[in-house]
């Protein structure tokens, strides 16, 4: 008996608990360096054009917006913008697609994932597609191109849409919608059916182990229990605030995307561009700015009576400021990877707020999932020992 609770404790749940923390880890880094790169600047044409030596020796990471012109037979994917026309190796490189919904703070769903596509499964990219590149710019074979190194991974991302919401779609998008069931569960579930299936064969025809062939029958059967009446109704909830919950964790990674841009204090500073970056309080409620499509209004759904806002974006030149009849907002930077926001509360409020609501509502969904499977596990049991009577 000990053994059969130990394999579907194991196939059922550690294996498959150990796959959801490493998926989630890996959407974590994939966001974690696309913020990375985001806060680099843009490939221009003097950087291609620069000393070869001096880029093999020292490779920089940078970033290109633009649109894909061509495929070739050598691994490489063609990238250009208006300035320049520039090689990627994509061997060995994912290209992640975005789905083609808005942010989720302009009325997006939160449930959709990147498709994940290894370039060997690559049949064809359509000439004109808009693309996002991120990494390292290398000297090899008699060229500059984009190349993933050991610790610089390359990042190829196709989207849609407005290029100022790039940022917010791959912050929002970029994590599993449910870790356990990723690509693994179905081969892990099967193993352990397999192994209970195997357990009652070897115990059947010996009275003596009788119990012991009814615990591996309802174990077999283990994966389904989440979705038989009445544990569907738990897991339907279940579904339900992890849904939620993946919401808030968006919000969350939404939020801190300005204090990527702040110095160590908090306070502003200053682009590649030369624009200045600040987060600006204000006690009037910039109506104006809930229209702009270039900026993204992230809500604070905690607090009723709002009495400020704090809008994160680029400020006018110090002599420009000082001109402006009334104090003046941020606004947009030149630069669509840098993010233009309004928040709804202070952005370290709100990120520790998100946090922990998020954090409820996985535990209250993972307590819901377990008593629909105990449940159905015990009706299950009742069931199996009246028909063996």
Known sequence: ?????????????????????????????????????RCT???????????SHKISAMPRDFTFLGEVEALSEEDLLWVKNEELTIPVSVKRVSIYVLPQEAPLAYGGSSQEVPRKI????????????????????????????FSSLPHKPLIVILYEGDERHLIYKTIQAGRHHNEYYNKFTPFLLALGAFSQLLMAFLHMGRPGYRGMVYLNLLALIGPIYPFIPPGLLFTLLYRRLWKRARQYRAFRDLARLPLFHLDKEGGGVTLYTGERYEIMPTNVIPLGLKKDPRCLWLEDPFVKNKNQWYVCGVCPPLQEKASLPVPSLPGPSQDPLIPYMVLEANPFDLIQTYKIRAFMLEMGALLFLAGGVLLNGILAGFLLFWLSK
Do not use: C, Q
């Open 1 to 37: 008996m000990v053994i059969s609770l130990a394999l579907a404790v194991l196939w059922y749940g550690v294996i498959p608990l150990m796959g959801a923390f490493l998926t989630r880890r890996s959407w974590r880094h994939f966001r974690s360096r696309f913020n990375e790169l």
């Open 41 to 51: 600047r843009p490939l221009t044409y003097a950087d291609v054009t620069g000393e």
């Open 118 to 145: 290894a370039w060997s499964d690559v049949r064809s990219i359509t000439e004109g597609s808009r693309i996002f590149v991120g990494g390292a710019l290398v000297y090899k074979d008699g060229r500059v191109l």
